[in-house]
Every structure is written in structure tokens, then in C-alpha cells.
């Protein structure tokens, strides 16, 4: 197995000459922790232009599923490369999209079938839902969760409620759309303890929200991630989903599963859904669908995406790359790496837990599959989070050869591709040790 070899001070003089670059001619939005410059990628290994190799537990956040340039992608986007570039599925047909439609439907939860809408990223296949929705169920309300991040296109934007830079200069926004508290127990928006609770955070829609302010009947859809992503890597009680669930069929409201994150295997299950036992009406899938080619997709029953044709399109939604990459992604994913994910994710929880059992900082472990967080706190008691603490681990970690995110406030997420080993859970989980050491001093 390769190890994390530092061969330059950080950054070496060649990521400095091009984040110089990079500073004169590059959108300054961007957010950058540290700074790599990627040159090449092999599994969970990346390079940087100087020779520096790190342990990516990143994946380009959550993105490359099956590994850094696994050699049955690129021989299947090779070989696609040679045949069709682009006719765009707007206005004509083509076989790798057809293809994977059929295998999306045949992949996504439930017994029935499901027609497939492509974009090029989660922020297009969660507009595409939001505009599908509505289109449905002619209601123009919808309910998302505070923490929640769907997207920066500016329907995605306005369901999203994880960080106030991300909508700043940026209202109006698409107006009906209340945010309530997600089922996040560890910092519980209620001040109740799980289980005694009985879901306050369900019950609150119906008892509170729905008699004063919010008439069901106008609701079109609830936005929720199985598994919320960016606020925080927060893993929902086993009643939420279903309670949930039960409380959207009442009232005829859709829900809306924003799977972009944690779909695709990255849960150990294809559908993080599936771990609630939870049927979506919709469901929003990228990242990691397609090993890093650029592809979004939005899976509805027929009955539910009903719209008529120019109602939405793409031009270069689904286009033969991406949808050929896909295509051995899932063949990858249903073969081996979904049940590696299950199983190198027990590993790194169990070694997470043993860490934090010896760190005082290390508030809460959560996590299923390789979708895994570690929540840092200042005290236990108090729960106080420690936002700096994290931005100090993550970079003391990235100069001993480890990639490392942040996610929530206080929290460092681990979403390293679903290829890896053994060797390079224990091998993260020494220099994560070593880093949060050193970060606190």
C-alpha cells in the first residue's frame, strides 16, 4: 500500500505559481481549506504538480464513488469518447442514456418503476424536483430543514438553510418555502432527549406549524436528505423517515429525497433511504453517480412525472460520457463496492469511537456506510462547539498527507471513496490521531 509522502514545504513552488494564477483569473467564491493542487489520482490516492502524495478521504467531496480514475471507468468513457461526444438528449436519442435509465429505475427503492430526468449536477436534479413538484401537484408551498444544503441555483438555493454567505445579496428568493428544525438529537432545536422525545420534530409540523401558519393542502413537497450533508453529517433516529413519511401521505404532500450526498452506495445501501425503510416520491441523485463525470438525475414515478414535453430539458443533461460512466459505476458499486462501503465504514466508526473514547474533544461519532462524521467540541457537557479546532485538525492533517472536510460548524466529515482498504482506514485514522494531537496543543 502507498503511504503519504511529503517531498516540499506546503505549497511546493509549483501549487504556488499556479494558485498565483489561480488568484488573478479564478472566481474568488470559491472556498479552498488548504492548498493542493491535484495533478493525478489512483483509488484514494492523489498527487499533487510538486510529488506530494496524500490519503484522500475526500473523494472530491463524496464524488469519485469507485476510486480516483478507476481503470473501468476510464475504459468505459474511452470507449464512449470514440464513438458519441454529445447529441443532446433534449431533442434526440441515444443509447448509453436510455440504458441508464432503465438500470436507475431498476436500482431505486421500491417494486415500481421510475422515469428519469437528467441534469448535470445535484443542484439540477434537485431544481428539477422542486419544479416537478409543483408542477404535480399545482401547490406552490414547500417545507425544507434548517442544516439542509440542496443546491446554488437559485430554487436549490432557496430550499437550502446551511450557511447565511450562501443566500447573501442574493434575495429575493422563491418565496413559500418554510425551513424547520432537522432530527438532529445530539443538539436537539427542541431541548428534548431521543427517545422520550416521541419525534417532537415530526409532531411539531402537524400540531404546531400546520394549525397556525402553514395550510397542508397547500404544500407541494418536504426537501430532506436522508442523511443531511453539508449540516454536519447528521444521522436521523430509525422513526424519522417513517414518521415523516406518514405525515407527508396524510396531507398528499411529496417527499422529496435529496440523495445527491448520500446515495449511490455511499451508505453501504444504494439508497440511504433504504436504511428507513422510507419509499421517496422523488428523488434527487449526483455526486457520486457517475466516479466524478459531470451528471445529475431526478427518478419519479410516471404517475408523478407527468409533466408535458418543454416543461424542463438540458442540453447537455445525461449527455454519453457521463451517462457510459455511470453505467460502470453502478456495475461497480453492485459487484464489490457497496458492500465494502458497509464494511470499511463499521471499521472506521469502530475506530472512530476507540479515538473518541481517548480525546475529550471529540463530542459525537455518527455515521453509516462512508458517509462518517466526527463532531469536536470544546467540553462534553456543554457541548460547545469547537469551529477552530476543526480548521486546525484538517490542516495540521492535510500537511501529514491526509484530505480531510469540514461540514456543519464544528464538524469533520470522512466520505473517502468506497474502494478503500483496511490499511487505509488504520492508516487515516493514525494521522487524524496525530493531527488532532498536534491541533490542540
Same mark, same amino acid.
Given at each position: 500500500?502507498?503511504?503519504?509522502?511529503?517531498?516540499?514545504?506546503?505549497?511546493?513552488?509549483?501549487?504556488?505559481?499556479?494558485?498565483?494564477?489561480?488568484?488573478?483569473?479564478?472566481?474568488?467564491?470559491?472556498?479552498?481549506?488548504?492548498?493542493?493542487?491535484?495533478? $493525478?489520482?489512483?483509488?484514494?490516492?492523489?498527487?499533487?504538480?510538486?510529488?506530494?502524495? +496524500?490519503?484522500?478521504?475526500?473523494? /472530491?467531496?463524496?464524488?469519485? #464513488?469507485?476510486?480516483?480514475?478507476?481503470?473501468?471507468?476510464?475504459?468505459?468513457?474511452?470507449?464512449?469518447?470514440?464513438?458519441?461526444?454529445?447529441?443532446?438528449?433534449?431533442?434526440?436519442?441515444?443509447?448509453?442514456?436510455?440504458?441508464?435509465?432503465?438500470?436507475?429505475?431498476?436500482?431505486?427503492?421500491?417494486?415500481?418503476?421510475?422515469?428519469?430526468?437528467?441534469?448535470?449536477?445535484?443542484?439540477?436534479?434537485?431544481?428539477?424536483?422542486?419544479?416537478?413538484?409543483?408542477?404535480?401537484?399545482?401547490?406552490?408551498?414547500?417545507? &425544507?430543514? +434548517?442544516?439542509?444544503?440542496?443546491?446554488?441555483?437559485?430554487?436549490?438555493?432557496?430550499?437550502?438553510?446551511?450557511?447565511?454567505?450562501? $443566500?447573501?445579496?442574493?434575495?429575493?428568493?422563491?418565496? !413559500?418555502?418554510?425551513?424547520?428544525?432537522?432530527?438532529?438529537?445530539?443538539?436537539? *432545536?427542541?431541548?428534548?432527549?431521543?427517545?422520550?422525545?416521541?419525534? *417532537?420534530?415530526?409532531?411539531?409540523?402537524?400540531?404546531?406549524?400546520?394549525?397556525?401558519?402553514?395550510?397542508?393542502?397547500?404544500?407541494? #413537497?418536504?426537501?430532506?436528505?436522508?442523511?443531511? %450533508?453539508?449540516?454536519?453529517?447528521?444521522?436521523?433516529?430509525?422513526?424519522?423517515?417513517?414518521?415523516?413519511?406518514?405525515?407527508?401521505?396524510?396531507?398528499?404532500?411529496?417527499?422529496? #429525497?435529496?440523495?445527491?450526498?448520500?446515495?449511490?452506495?455511499?451508505? %453501504?445501501?444504494?439508497?440511504?433511504?433504504?436504511?428507513?425503510?422510507?419509499?421517496?416520491?422523488?428523488?434527487?441523485? *449526483?455526486?457520486?453517480?457517475?466516479?466524478?463525470?459531470?451528471?445529475?438525475?431526478?427518478? #419519479?414515478?410516471?404517475?408523478?412525472?407527468?409533466?408535458?414535453? /418543454?416543461?424542463?430539458?438540458?442540453? +447537455?443533461?445525461?449527455?454519453?460520457?457521463?451517462?457510459?460512466?455511470?453505467?460502470?459505476?453502478?456495475?461497480?458499486?453492485?459487484?464489490?463496492?457497496?458492500?465494502?462501503?458497509?464494511?470499511? /465504514?463499521?471499521?472506521?466508526?469502530? /475506530?472512530?469511537?476507540?479515538?473518541?473514547?481517548?480525546?475529550?474533544?471529540?463530542?459525537?461519532?455518527?455515521? $453509516?456506510?462512508?458517509?462518517?462524521?466526527?463532531?469536536?467540541?470544546?467540553?462534553?457537557?456543554?457541548?460547545?462547539?469547537?469551529?477552530?479546532?476543526?480548521?486546525?485538525?484538517?490542516?495540521?492533517?492535510?500537511?501529514? %498527507?491526509?484530505?480531510?472536510?469540514?461540514? %456543519?460548524?464544528?464538524?469533520?466529515?470522512?466520505?473517502?471513496?468506497?474502494?478503500?482498504? &483496511?490499511?487505509?482506514?488504520?492508516? !487515516?485514522?493514525?494521522?487524524?490521531?496525530?493531527?488532532?494531537?498536534?491541533?490542540?496543543?
Amino acid at each position: 500500500m502507498p503511504k503519504p509522502l511529503i517531498r516540499t514545504a506546503l505549497p511546493g513552488p509549483e501549487a504556488a505559481r499556479l494558485m498565483a494564477l489561480d488568484s488573478a483569473y479564478v472566481s474568488p467564491s470559491y472556498t479552498r481549506d488548504y492548498p493542493l493542487v491535484a495533478e $493525478k489520482g489512483r483509488g484514494t490516492w492523489i498527487e499533487d504538480v510538486d510529488g506530494n502524495r +496524500f490519503l484522500d478521504f475526500t473523494a /472530491g467531496i463524496a464524488v469519485t #464513488a469507485s476510486g480516483h480514475c478507476h481503470p473501468e471507468v476510464v475504459a468505459a468513457i474511452r470507449d464512449q469518447a470514440g464513438r458519441l461526444l454529445h447529441m443532446s438528449g433534449t431533442d434526440f436519442y441515444y443509447r448509453p442514456q436510455i440504458e441508464l435509465a432503465e438500470k436507475l429505475s431498476a436500482i431505486s427503492p421500491g417494486s415500481g418503476a421510475r422515469k428519469v430526468y437528467f441534469g448535470n449536477s445535484g443542484a439540477e436534479a434537485v431544481e428539477a424536483a422542486f419544479k416537478l413538484a409543483r408542477w404535480h401537484t399545482r401547490r406552490e408551498l414547500n417545507i &425544507a430543514f +434548517f442544516g439542509a444544503f440542496h443546491g446554488r441555483t437559485m430554487g436549490a438555493l432557496s430550499l437550502t438553510a446551511s450557511k447565511a454567505i450562501q $443566500k447573501k445579496h442574493y434575495n429575493p428568493l422563491v418565496p !413559500g418555502i418554510t425551513h424547520v428544525p432537522y432530527a438532529y438529537c445530539y443538539r436537539c *432545536a427542541y431541548n428534548e432527549t431521543y427517545p422520550g422525545c416521541d419525534m *417532537a420534530c415530526v409532531r411539531w409540523l402537524e400540531e404546531t406549524l400546520f394549525r397556525t401558519t402553514l395550510p397542508p393542502e397547500e404544500v407541494a #413537497a418536504i426537501f430532506v436528505e436522508p442523511i443531511q %450533508g453539508e449540516g454536519g453529517y447528521v444521522v436521523p433516529p430509525p422513526e424519522f423517515h417513517p414518521r415523516l413519511a406518514a405525515l407527508a401521505e396524510k396531507y398528499s404532500i411529496l417527499i422529496v #429525497a435529496d440523495e445527491v450526498q448520500s446515495g449511490m452506495g455511499r451508505t %453501504g445501501k444504494m439508497s440511504a433511504m433504504s436504511h428507513f425503510g422510507v419509499e421517496p416520491d422523488i428523488i434527487a441523485l *449526483a455526486k457520486g453517480i457517475a466516479s466524478g463525470m459531470p451528471l445529475g438525475a431526478m427518478l #419519479a414515478p410516471p404517475e408523478i412525472m407527468n409533466w408535458e414535453a /418543454g416543461s424542463h430539458a438540458s442540453t +447537455f443533461g445525461g449527455n454519453p460520457l457521463s451517462c457510459r460512466a455511470a453505467l460502470a459505476t453502478i456495475d461497480l458499486l453492485e459487484r464489490e463496492l457497496m458492500a465494502n462501503a458497509a464494511e470499511r /465504514g463499521d471499521q472506521l466508526m469502530a /475506530g472512530l469511537k476507540t479515538l473518541q473514547q481517548r480525546h475529550e474533544c471529540i463530542g459525537d461519532v455518527r455515521g $453509516k456506510g462512508l458517509m462518517v462524521a466526527v463532531e469536536l467540541v470544546l467540553d462534553r457537557e456543554r457541548k460547545t462547539p469547537a469551529a477552530d479546532l476543526r480548521h486546525h485538525l484538517i490542516q495540521r492533517a492535510f500537511r501529514k %498527507g491526509l484530505l480531510l472536510l469540514g461540514c %456543519g460548524q464544528n464538524t469533520v466529515r470522512f466520505c473517502p471513496a468506497l474502494s478503500l482498504t &483496511a490499511d487505509e482506514v488504520d492508516t !487515516g485514522l493514525t494521522i487524524f490521531e496525530e493531527a488532532l494531537e498536534a491541533a490542540v496543543g
